[in-house]
């Protein structure tokens, strides 16, 4: 039996609440970060059976992360770092790794690769600790899950030379030991990011 068999065949028997019910849930009672992890983990999971399935995963999630508390274990300048407020700062990275041209045919490109893997590409740049802290223990990471692998799955993505991966996780170990207000680093980040681009597709 293959692993997304195995996956689906637990999943089978999650209770779920209904999708419209999922705003209400977040602005009546605000679950704690595990809680709220737990059920979005689980939520997440169940819909990869279908597309539509995912479609409504996707509309009910923005609207409870939309009302849902602040993060309190993510702290920039002493405030707890909303979930709008997480996504703008890591977005500018993610925005420079989707916009790297991939002329490689053989190589799946960054517009593939973010059709179906925005979220591993989340987990795996965004640094998985911050999703820890956030009650996310596992967030869409079946695929790339040990850190061990972090260099080999953007190898393996983004056809980047294995020297500059190093180099740049180097640097995202950096932003974890700093903390997600590490701005200059981010900035580092997608500098490198479009250099390694233009010597690749030169």
Request: proline share 5%; charged share 35%.
């Amino acid at each position: 039996m293959s692993a997304s068999s195995d996956r689906r065949t637990v999943l089978a028997g999650i209770a779920l609440a209904p999708v419209a019910a999922l705003p209400a849930m977040a602005a009546t009672t605000a679950p704690d970060s595990g809680e709220w992890g737990r059920r979005l983990l689980e939520y997440r999971n169940a819909c990869k059976i279908s597309d539509a399935a995912c479609a409504k995963r996707d509309a009910a999630e923005d609207a409870w992360r939309a009302a849902s508390t602040p993060y309190p274990n993510v702290i920039v300048d002493g405030e707890p770092m909303t979930v709008d407020q997480f996504k703008k700062k890591w977005g500018t990275l993610l925005r420079a790794l989707e916009d790297v041209p991939d002329k490689r045919k053989d190589r799946p490109g960054i517009a593939e690769l973010r059709k179906g893997k925005a979220m591993h590409l989340r987990v795996e740049v965004a640094n998985k600790r911050l999703y820890r802290k956030m009650g996310i223990p596992a967030l869409c990471r079946e695929e790339y899950a040990a850190d061990e692998r972090r260099d080999e799955t953007w190898l393996s993505l983004c056809s980047y030379p294995a020297t500059d991966i190093q180099e740049l996780a180097r640097k995202v170990d950096l932003i974890e030991q700093e903390g997600c207000d590490s701005q200059d680093y981010v900035d580092d980040i997608v500098a490198d990011v479009r250099r390694i681009a233009e010597t690749r597709n030169a």
